[in-house]
C-alpha cells in the first residue's frame, strides 16, 4: 500500500525558510514522478514543483509562482522527497500536499493534479508578514 507522510509545516516569518518532506512508503518502481502542491482557502490547488525519474535521470519543474525561491530534490535511496522554500512571502500560506504518480517518462501534464494517483495528508504553510 502507498503512503506519502509530509513533515516539515509550520509558521515562518516573511523572507524565512523551510523545508518539507515527504517520504514514501510501498512503492518500487523506477520511473515515477513525485510533486508538490498547496491550496490556500477559497483556491484551487495549485501546482508547486515536481520532479521525475526516468531510469537514471532525474527532471524537476517549478510553478511560475515559486521558481528561483524553492527548491525540489530527491534522495532515491530513502526514497523522499523535499522541498527548500527559500523567501517566503505571506502568499506562500496554504496547505502544501505531495502527490506520487506513475508517468516517470514523461513531462505531460506534470502540473496536473489529475495526473498523481497519491496524495499525502496535507500541512500546514503559513507565512506572516
Known amino acids: 500500500q502507498v503512503q506519502l507522510v509530509e513533515s516539515g509545516g509550520g509558521l515562518v516569518q516573511a523572507g524565512g525558510s523551510l523545508r518539507l518532506s515527504c517520504a514514501l512508503s510501498?512503492?518500487?518502481?523506477?520511473?515515477?514522478?513525485m510533486g508538490w502542491f498547496r491550496q490556500a482557502p477559497g483556491k484551487e490547488r495549485e501546482f508547486v514543483a515536481a520532479?521525475?525519474?526516468?531510469?537514471?535521470?532525474?527532471?524537476?519543474y517549478y510553478g511560475d509562482s515559486v521558481e528561483g525561491r524553492f527548491t525540489i530534490s530527491r534522495d532515491n535511496v530513502k526514497i523522499t522527497v523535499y522541498l527548500q522554500m527559500n523567501s517566503l512571502k505571506p502568499e506562500d500560506t496554504a496547505v502544501y500536499y505531495c502527490?506520487?504518480?506513475?508517468?516517470?517518462?514523461?513531462?505531460?501534464?506534470?502540473?496536473?493534479?489529475?495526473?498523481?494517483?497519491?496524495w499525502g495528508q496535507g500541512t500546514q504553510i503559513t507565512v506572516s508578514s
Open positions: 520532479a521525475r525519474r526516468s531510469i537514471s535521470w532525474t527532471y524537476t
Open positions: 510501498g512503492r518500487t518502481s523506477s520511473t515515477y514522478r
Open positions: 502527490a506520487l504518480g506513475s508517468l516517470g517518462g514523461s513531462s505531460q501534464g506534470i502540473g496536473d493534479p489529475r495526473t498523481y494517483d497519491y
